[in-house]
């Protein structure tokens, strides 16, 4: 499994920025798939992610509005499209692969992340 992000830079504040994933080694089509970065001194923090088929994608609300998040599977890419871009957006961003996890004491499935990619730094500022 791979995946490497690409797309990343140093832009003006209110400018925009567009990510791409490329994933090979695995069937692209079946897994959604998340972006999540991390700030300078700062854990990482899940932005958005995507159902595997393309249908259905969830935004934190840091970035609701101001960033889109798709793929196209014919082509293995995931994409992240920034705009209204904010120097608290600047980060190192990760592409993921989701899945799920049963764990039996509580019933309930949770999203783990298993592969990730290098990352793409983008660097906001004016």
């Known amino acids: 499994v791979q995946l490497v992000e690409s797309g990343g830079g140093m832009v003006q504040p209110g400018g925009s920025l567009r990510l791409s994933c490329a994933a090979s080694g695995f069937t692209f089509s079946s897994y959604d798939m998340t972006w999540v970065r991390q700030a300078p001194g700062k854990g990482p923090e899940w932005v958005l992610s995507?159902?595997?088929?393309?249908?259905?994608?969830y935004y934190a609300d840091s970035v609701k509005g101001r960033f889109t998040i798709s793929r196209d599977n014919a082509k293995n890419t995931l994409y992240l499209q920034m705009n209204s871009l904010k120097p608290e957006d600047t980060a190192l961003y990760y592409c993921?692969?989701?899945?799920?996890?049963?764990?039996?004491?509580?019933?309930?499935?949770?999203?783990?992340?298993?592969?990730w990619g290098q990352g793409t730094q983008v660097t906001v500022s004016s």
């Open positions: 995507i159902n595997s088929g393309g249908g259905s994608t």
């Open positions: 993921a692969r989701r899945i799920l996890i049963y764990y039996s004491n509580s019933g309930n499935w949770y999203s783990h992340y298993d592969y």
